[in-house]
């Protein structure tokens, strides 16, 4: 099965600074990569997300990269500020893959945080 | 317009009890799946429902079950409780199976 690794597990900014959080995923079938942001006791947000046939996507502060050939996305946030603090998981799925089972495989998550 | 909803916010049970969680998807989102997320962890996948049948289930034991209802809504079961069964447990719904998930407030259970 799919298997998320998500690296680092702590950062910590400076507020104005970038963060970038990496993962890597095991299943070349999986195409559609999504980012959550759960703060303390919370529900997890979806944040922005990609599918495999872009490389990139933008919002605002975030963007997303993705990697087909080295099965790796990368979450970047610039100009942080202190409300950008939580925990950030990545996700893999088959989404789209017609009649397989849609499921997300979750990272272990990055806890970020951004000092004022 | 209402997101997704889940009840109880808060369960305290006994080892060996029997557990039901409750999820109202987005209105209409037809697919609801179910995550268990110990504390430190992502959340795991349990199920996923869509168009009342199962499309979908994770590595759990048979003691944890469920179900999706004509109005899209759903339960999740889970018998003879085990300390660590002890998580925040999560439902997300999304409109087709591969679109989108938005994940409810979750439940905490707590096994004692």
């Known amino acids: 099965g799919e298997n998320v690794e998500q690296h680092p597990s702590t950062l910590s900014v400076q507020e104005g600074d970038s963060a970038v959080i990496k993962c890597t995923y095991s299943?070349?079938?999986?195409?559609?990569f999504p980012w959550y942001k759960q703060e303390l006791g919370k529900r997890p947000q979806l944040i922005i997300d990609?599918?495999?046939?872009?490389g990139e996507k933008k919002d605002q502060r975030i963007a997303v990269t993705l990697n087909k050939t080295a099965k790796h996305f990368s979450l970047h946030i610039t100009e942080t500020q202190p409300e950008d603090s939580a925990v950030y998981f990545c996700?893999?799925?088959?989404?789209?893959?017609?009649?397989?089972?849609?499921?997300?495989?979750f990272g272990k998550g990055t806890l970020l945080t951004v000092n004022p | 317009d209402a997101g997704v909803t889940q009840s109880p916010t808060h369960l305290i049970k006994t080892r060996g009890q029997h557990v039901t969680l409750r999820c109202s998807p987005i209105?209409?989102?037809?697919?609801v799946s179910w995550y268990q997320q110990v504390l430190g962890q992502g959340p795991q996948f349990i199920f996923q429902?869509?168009?009342?049948?199962?499309?979908g289930r994770g590595n759990f034991p048979d003691r944890f079950s469920a179900r999706q209802f004509p109005n899209y809504s759903s339960e999740l079961n889970v018998n003879a409780l085990l300390l660590g069964d002890s998580a925040l447990y999560l439902c997300?719904?999304?409109?087709?199976?591969?679109?989108?998930?938005?994940f409810g407030q979750g439940t905490r259970l707590t096994v004692v």
């Open positions: 997300a719904s999304s409109y087709y199976r591969e679109t989108e998930a938005f």
């Open positions: 299943d070349s079938a999986s195409n559609y």
């Open positions: 990609i599918r495999s046939n872009v």
């Open positions: 996700a893999a799925s088959r989404g789209n893959s017609g009649g397989s089972n849609y499921k997300l495989t």
């Open positions: 209105s209409g989102h037809k697919s």
């Open positions: 429902y869509y168009e009342k049948e199962e499309r």
